[in-house]
């Protein structure tokens, strides 16, 4: 609009200089002349000014400002008419206002010489489209899809015919809907205790309300309850079983909202006592049983060591090993049947306490306790050399023997 009122004064400025001045007067009924003039400059720019309020005109009267989701689609409106003496190629540009004056603004879309360009912008491309076929017909808006946090600005829609030309500014603004919320109760909720009920939504553009409503029973908040829009708490202090039920929890911005349930259980306090007493009931038995354990291990020890120290204890009164004897007394045996084979029986009464060497000893004598004596092995009445010599018997050199039978 500044830009074109500028034409207009230089237009105007250089019709003044090629047109001439008349002066005219007007008497009055009273004989007194009153003079009154003026140039044909002011009834120049005023017919100007004239002719170009019935020229290009921008018709929209929608929203200059809109919110909207990311993902949905919007229509940026931009409608305009033409006058008869709008003679020049039309121009549309719709470009993203910089918000820094410093910065160039950043063409859009783009309509001229009967063409539409409407991949001029890399990041919209493919998203932004003409929303008529033939714009020249006198709809120059937009729409735009997919959109995304980043498209967010002041968009400026221009439409060029010289020799008119108009703008039209609109605000966009692309939020993020709120997540599904996440509802949880913090600490205890037991009665007598502050119970604190959360609701958190993880993304949505901010500023983030959050409020809380009860949907069970009476469907009315606790008279205790201090509820938290900004933060998303309620806090229930002093609890107690009515404030038990359904809770409700909405999360919402200025383009979309979410909400969680959330079940409240309201518990009696516990009984202190109680499970004190059971706790040291328990201790107990564990005690107990750690006793008996370590009773039976102890005893189990014992038993197995005096087991050992019997089975280790030597006994004196084993006999000595039978192939030993055998041997050596079948030797003496043999030795005496020949030295008495001559004998008369008047000398065999001498030999009629020989002892029994061949007998194996019976299962009493190898189970008598240590502590028993041993039994007196009968002494073998000697017989010199010269009497057996006289008996026809010969001399025989007998090996000495220990208690074991081994020969010395």
């Known amino acids: 609009m500044l830009r074109s009122s500028c034409e207009v004064l230089r237009f105007a400025r250089i019709q003044h200089k090629f047109l001439p001045k008349f002066r005219w007067r007007s008497g009055g009924i009273s004989g007194r002349g009153m003079g009154l003039s003026t140039t044909w400059t002011g009834w120049v720019l005023l017919s100007l000014l004239t002719g170009l309020a019935s020229s290009l005109e921008i018709t929209s009267t929608g929203p200059t400002s809109m919110n909207m989701a990311s993902g949905q689609s919007v229509k940026l409106d931009c409608q305009f008419t033409l006058a008869a003496d709008d003679s020049g190629p ?54 735009l ?13 221009k439409v060029k015919k010289a020799p008119g030309i108009r703008s039209r500014k609109m605000l966009l603004n692309v939020m993020v809907k709120p997540s599904k919320p996440r509802c949880y109760a913090e ?7 502050d119970i604190v009920l959360r609701c958190i ?28 829009p900004l933060g998303g708490t309620i806090n229930i202090r002093n609890a107690s079983a009515s404030a038990s039920g359904m809770y409700r929890c909405t999360s919402s911005n200025r383009v979309g909202t979410e909400e969680c349930v959330l079940n409240l259980s309201v518990t009696p306090p516990p009984n202190t006592a109680g499970i004190i007493a059971g706790s040291i009931i328990a201790v107990l038995l564990v005690l107990l049983i750690i006793a008996i354990i370590l009773f039976c ?31 050596a007394r079948s030797f003496t045996v043999g030795s005496q049947r020949s030295s008495l084979g001559s004998m008369s029986p008047s000398n065999l009464h001498e030999y ?21 004596a041993p039994l007196a092995v009968p002494s073998i009445p ?21 208690r074991d039978g081994s020969i010395v």
């Open 297 to 327: 291990c102890c005893r189990a020890r014992h038993r197995k060591k005096y087991e050992k120290e019997i089975c280790n204890e030597i006994r004196e009164d084993v006999p000595a090993p039978k192939s030993r004897v055998s041997t």
């Open 352 to 372: 009629a306490l020989k002892p029994q060497y061949d007998k194996i000893p019976s299962t009493e004598e190898y189970d008598r306790p240590p502590s028993h």
């Open 90 to 143: 039309l121009d549309i540009e719709w470009s993203l206002v910089s918000p820094d004056n410093q910065n160039e603004d950043k063409v859009v879309i783009l309509y001229s010489g009967d063409r539409a360009y409407e991949d001029y912008y890399a990041p919209m491309k493919g998203r932004v489209h003409f929303n008529s076929a033939d714009p020249k017909n006198g709809d120059a808006s937009i729409n």
């Open 201 to 228: 939504s993880n993304e949505g553009t901010k500023p983030l309300e959050y409020s809380w409503e009860k949907t069970s029973d009476t469907k009315l908040l606790p008279a205790s309850a201090v509820m938290d």
């Open 187 to 193: 600490g205890p909720t037991q009665e007598g205790k």
């Open 382 to 402: 000697k017989i010199g050399g010269p009497n057996l010599s006289r008996m026809g018997g010969i001399p025989v050199m007998i090996p000495a023997q220990n």
């Open 145 to 157: 899809t997919g959109l995304k946090p980043s498209d967010s600005g002041t968009y400026q829609c």
